[in-house]
């Protein structure tokens, strides 16, 4: 279809060439002269203010450094909000009692405090099959682990779901939505990374701080105790080779176990803890490996059980042992019955102690032997997370009334 008639006598005004538009806009001939040679036309060129399409305004000095530094503080800002809406922490613990059973920790301000102080440091992680494959200088050369599938606070909420409810890692793949491996690889960073911070934290107590949170009942009758010493055993699954289950084998449990040594102070905070042992180790065996003997001091003394048959290489270091009499006659005499009560009340405190550890729910069943990797730092991390539930107290044990202790 035409677009002119013969009725229209206008006709359209012819384009520009960009020759031309380009010639108006800057107020010279962009064509320049043909020929290769330059007159004075063309140099007074140069001189022409050129009106640019766009003013890019420089940034003045220090313009960036605040603007980084408010990047850092908005993402502070995130990371705050992050931390009180996470979705899988707040769906499940909306309460102190929440808390307590879902991580064993006492309280929600408790947890919130111990995760601000490891936060810092767990935020490079990197996992345990990437410094496995890489090697410990090429990690640390290549810093910490890509984006993972949860956030942060959720892989330590995960970590606490699998020791202290004993929730299996088929389960909570499901409740986090990814795999078994990656719950895996979770669990054996965490536990690791955990090892290194609480085995960090000064657990032994000096003398004076010792006896300045003595309890009055141990003041009255065994003042120079400087910890209470007692074993316990975590069943495993039997191993097929007949040398490995005579060695974990314990008589005591009739099962094949992993056994530790735990060490008290008066006060009940949990003050020396050992690796795990295969369980057919004595208690005197134990005692000597597990290095507590290089650290008692001249003076100490060390309560225990009747199998603590340890007086010998105390007495080499400077201490003493504080156990139950043994029976030599048809029965106690009346000083040695009430020595044995007196004993036997005071260090409940370590009893109730190892059953704070046992109440973590991964101990509820038979270990895996293909956690054995890491069952000695989930280990040491319970015991040492029972102290932030508070210290243990004499106050409603029954009453001691003995002589004192020699």
Not at 150 to 162: A, G, R, S
Not at 327 to 335: L, V
């Amino acid at each position: 279809m035409p677009c002119i008639f013969p009725w229209v006598n206008d006709r359209p005004l012819a384009r520009k060439s960009v020759y031309e538009r380009s010639t108006e806009r800057l107020g010279f001939d962009v064509r320049g002269r043909r020929g290769g040679s330059c007159g004075r036309e063309d140099a007074g060129i140069a001189n022409v203010s050129v009106s640019l399409d766009h003013d890019y305004v420089r940034p003045t000095p220090g313009a960036l450094d605040v603007a980084l530094a408010r990047v850092e503080e908005l993402e502070a800002q995130v990371r705050r909000l992050m931390l009180v809406q996470e979705f899988q922490l707040c769906r499940y613990c909306a309460s102190d009692g929440d808390f307590r059973y879902y991580t064993r920790f006492p309280s929600e301000r408790i947890f919130r405090k111990f995760w601000q102080a490891i936060e810092p440091s767990a935020s490079v992680l990197v996992y345990w099959s990437k410094a496995q494959r890489m090697g410990l200088e090429a990690t640390a050369e290549t810093g910490p682990s890509p984006p993972r599938k949860l956030p942060l606070i959720d892989e330590f909420f995960l970590y606490c779901l699998h020791t202290a409810v004993g929730l299996k890692e088929k389960v909570l793949a499901d409740m986090f939505g990814v795999s078994t491996s990656t719950v895996s690889r979770i669990v054996i960073t965490w536990a690791n990374y955990l090892y290194q911070i609480l085995g960090s934290l000064p657990l032994w107590l000096s003398q004076e701080e010792v006896r300045r949170r003595l309890p009055q009942k141990f003041r009255e009758f065994c003042s120079d105790v400087r910890v209470i010493l007692d074993c316990t055993e975590l069943r495993c699954e039997t191993p097929s080779a007949l040398t490995l289950h005579s060695c974990t084998y314990s008589a005591y449990k009739s099962h094949t176990t992993f056994k530790g040594l735990i060490g008290v102070s008066p006060s009940g905070a949990v003050t020396f803890v050992s690796k795990l042992y295969s369980g057919g180790i004595s208690d005197k065996e134990i005692t000597r490996r597990s290095g507590i003997l290089n650290i008692l001091e001249n003076g100490d003394a060390v309560m225990a059980d009747k199998g603590f048959l340890i007086e010998n290489m105390l007495n080499n270091v400077g201490a003493r042992l504080i156990i139950p009499p043994f029976k030599h006659k048809a029965q106690f005499s009346r000083q040695e019955t009430e020595q044995t009560q007196a004993i036997a009340r005071l260090r409940i405190l370590v009893e109730r102690v190892i059953r704070r550890v046992k109440e973590f729910h991964i101990f509820d069943t038979v270990i895996p032997l293909t956690v054995a990797g890491s069952i000695n730092q989930i280990w040491t991390n319970c015991c040492v997370l029972v102290n932030f539930q508070g210290p243990m107290e004499l106050e409603h044990s029954a009453e001691v009334v003995a002589p004192s202790v020699p």
